[in-house]
C-alpha cells in the first residue's frame, strides 16, 4: 500500500508526498512525465525494501498524469 498525498503539477513535474505502508515519515516524489524518471527517491530507514511501492506510485502519476487527484490511496495484492 502506497498513500500519496499533495499531489500536484508544476513546472513539468509531477509532485507527491508518498507514505509506504505504516510509515509516518513521507517520501517526497518528483517526476518527469517525459523521461518517465524521478529526481532522487530516499526511502526512510527500515522501509528499504518498498521499491516496488514507489514502482506502483510512478504507474499511477503517469497513467493519471492529466487528472491528478490531490490524494490517492493504491493498494495492491
Request: negative net charge; glycine residues 2%; proline residues 5%.
Amino acid at each position: 500500500m502506497i498513500q500519496l498525498k499533495n499531489i500536484h503539477k508544476a513546472a513539468d513535474r509531477i509532485f507527491c508526498d508518498a507514505f509506504v505502508e505504516d510509515c509516518k515519515t513521507p517520501v517526497s516524489l518528483e517526476l518527469d512525465p517525459k523521461t518517465e524518471e524521478f529526481r532522487e527517491v530516499r526511502l526512510p530507514d527500515g522501509y528499504e525494501w518498498c521499491k516496488a511501492h514507489i514502482r506502483q506510485a510512478k504507474w499511477y502519476l503517469l497513467s493519471a498524469k492529466n487528472d491528478l487527484p490531490h490524494e490517492r490511496l493504491i493498494m495492491w495484492c
